[in-house]
């Protein structure tokens, strides 16, 4: 079983829907779970983050973490096509001092 | 704030040939990172760094791959001799702190080894 599973899309979406984007981890040890987005030729930039369980909301975007399930998920409202990019999940805890990635979802939103 | 920079953006090369990469972190970050990333893949730890000292480089392949935090500020990477399979964005990015989750990017150096 992988560490980190992110399924790579392409996702397509018209201007307004509502995103989900989700990955699976299997370490417990986790403690922060992140949210990158990278334009295209540019580095991740990080979006949000969570540490533990929960939810947390940031204008038209929630992250949401179910440590029971090892499942988190990044909801975009209102997606804007400015909002068409990869987005990469990320994990941070445990023995290592890195984050540990997902592979990212290639999201593009069309006006 | 400045953000990380790094230099250059681009780069190509032949292989055999070497090639250096510079990164300068957050200003007081101590923290610095090299990732690599492959196309359709999230970045991979290659290197960490706290001030100098390299805490963390088992995933950087010694053979050909070294890097260096003079002062405990910028670094470089280099890859001597470069393989066709090098071919990758490098990244860097930095951490004010040990422990701290929050990792900040820079624009990375896009690698074509031909």
């Known amino acids: 079983q992988k560490e980190v599973e992110q399924d790579p899309g392409p996702l397509s979406v018209p201007e307004g829907a509502i995103v989900s984007l989700n990955c699976t981890y299997s370490n417990s040890a986790f403690q922060y779970f992140m949210w990158y987005r990278q334009y295209s030729r540019k580095g991740p930039e990080l979006l949000m983050y969570t540490y533990s369980s929960g939810n947390k909301e940031d204008g038209r975007f929630t992250a949401q973490v179910d440590k029971s399930s090892k499942y988190i998920s990044l909801f975009i409202r209102d997606s804007q096509p400015s909002d068409s990019a990869t987005y990469l999940c990320?994990?941070?805890?445990?023995?290592?001092?890195?984050?540990?990635f997902g592979k990212g979802t290639k999201l593009s939103v069309k006006p | 704030e400045a953000g990380v920079v790094q230099s250059p953006r681009y780069k190509i090369i032949e292989k055999k040939q070497p090639v250096a990469f510079w990164c300068n972190p957050i200003?007081?970050?101590?923290?610095l990172y090299w990732y690599l990333q492959n196309l359709g893949q999230g970045p991979e730890l290659l290197i960490r760094?706290?001030?100098?000292?390299?805490?963390?480089d088992s995933q950087l392949p010694k053979d050909r791959f070294s890097a260096e935090r003079l002062k405990g500020v910028d670094s470089t990477l280099k890859i001597q001799p470069a393989e066709l399979g090098d071919s990758a964005v490098y990244l860097c990015?930095?951490?004010?702190?040990?422990?701290?989750?929050?990792?900040?990017f820079g624009p990375g150096t896009r690698l074509l080894v031909l």
């Open positions: 760094y706290e001030n100098e000292e390299a805490v963390d």
């Open positions: 200003s007081g970050h101590n923290t």
């Open positions: 990320a994990f941070y805890g445990g023995s290592q001092g890195n984050l540990i």
């Open positions: 990015a930095s951490s004010p702190t040990t422990g701290d989750a929050t990792q900040y």
